[in-house]
């Protein structure tokens, strides 16, 4: 469970986590270990919930993911990430399922 509050209308998702004496270091690290995130907006309430497999394979060089809560200025969808895509539980949980 990560928590954020919105920036510019979008929530980001960070892929890394505090390691020994402080440092960074990605979850792929451990991707056995971990099924699915989950992402609290504080300011809209929204709870977002992203399968691993996905969060690592879409964006395997960087350290989060960035999800959209306010429609872009320039209208763009193509490859924009709304977090209200995300908001299925059970949707998850039925793909992490047919994995297993």
Known sequence: ?????LV???????????GPNGY??????????IDFFALYVHDT????YISAKEAFESCPG??????????????QEQG???LSDYADFE??????????
């Open 45 to 48: 309430e929204q709870i977002a």
């Open 91 to 100: 949707g998850v949980l039925r793909d992490y399922e047919q994995r297993a």
């Open 62 to 75: 960087s350290t989060r993911l960035v999800f959209r809560v306010d429609p872009p200025k320039n209208n």
């Open 24 to 33: 960074l270091r990605k979850y792929i690290d451990e991707p056995d270990t």
């Open 8 to 18: 510019h209308g979008t929530a980001t998702l960070p892929l890394r986590k505090a």
């Open 1 to 5: 469970m990560k928590s954020c509050k």
């Open 80 to 82: 924009v990430r709304f």
